[in-house]
T-cell receptor, first 114, second 117 residues
Framework: QKEVEQNSGPLSVPEGAIASLNCTYS??????FFWYRQYSGKSPELIMF????GDKEDGRFTAQLNKASQYVSLLIRDSQPSDSATYLC??????????????FGKGTKLSVKP | ETGVTQTPRHLVMGMTNKKSLKCEQH?????MYWYKQSAKKPLELMFV???????ENNSVPSRFSPECPNSSHLFLHLHTLQPEDSALYLC????????????????FGSGTRLTVV
């Protein structure tokens, strides 16, 4: 059974700190990995994707992928109160077609304190 | 309008009612999805349509009936629901099914908050 695991939190960090969000996945063949941000009462929005081992940086966000250990993480530098949201990790099965549907983790709730 | 639009935003219905949720995407995508989001649970995939053909029904009860008349529109028809069906129902679209394995991921609508009384 394909699974995506996240610590539900809440993860509380002070403003300006680095927030580290982690995700592990069970399907070793998965190729692409997505991070979505969901504000309370809103729909998820895509903020990062990564498909190569190593780091990918986009502004204050860095996604880190380690396929051998089957984990992907999201770092948020200089955290702001506006970053307070639930962060969802999503992983597609390795094969496309009708199985190419994203599997979501439960999400980690991040709270950035001023 | 742009993106993925869902109506209504909020819906309260009785267990004997029949209602429909509507989703429309203006992105030129070919795949559309219905997801259910309940408190403290992961997003649950319900249905997948690719080029308006249903490709997946994730063991959803028959009281939920999807309809996809074209690649831009997706409906979820509801009848004789139960209180446990109360949740946020999210529509999403992607370029095609293979895009989930690539760089694009999904674009979500704002959702319909459904309450069954």
């Amino acid at each position: 059974q394909k699974e995506v695991e996240q610590n539900s939190g809440p993860l509380s960090v002070p403003e300006g700190a680095i927030a580290s969000l982690n995700c592990t996945y069970s399907d070793r063949g998965s190729q692409s990995f997505f991070w979505y941000r969901q504000y309370s009462g809103k729909s998820p929005e895509l903020i990062m994707f990564i498909y190569s081992n190593g780091d990918k940086e986009d502004g204050r966000f860095t996604a880190q992928l380690n396929k051998a250990s089957q984990y992907v993480s999201l770092l948020i530098r200089d955290s702001q109160p506006s970053d307070s949201a639930t962060y969802l990790c999503a992983v597609p099965p390795p094969y496309g077609g009708s199985q190419g549907n994203l599997i979501f983790g439960k999400g980690t709730k991040l709270s950035v304190k001023p | 309008e742009t993106g993925v639009t869902q109506t209504p935003r909020h819906l309260v219905m009785g267990m004997t009612n029949k209602k429909s949720l509507k989703c429309e995407q203006h992105l030129g995508h070919n795949a559309m999805y219905w997801y259910k989001q309940s408190a403290k649970k992961p997003l649950e995939l319900m249905f997948v349509y690719n080029f308006k053909e249903q490709t997946e029904n994730n063991s959803v009860p028959s009281r939920f009936s999807p309809e996809c008349p074209n690649s831009s529109h997706l409906f979820l028809h509801l009848h004789t629901l139960q209180p446990e069906d109360s949740a946020l129902y999210l529509c999403a679209s992607s370029q095609d099914l293979g895009a989930t394995g690539g760089r694009y991921g999904y674009t979500f609508g704002s959702g319909t908050r459904l309450t069954v009384v």
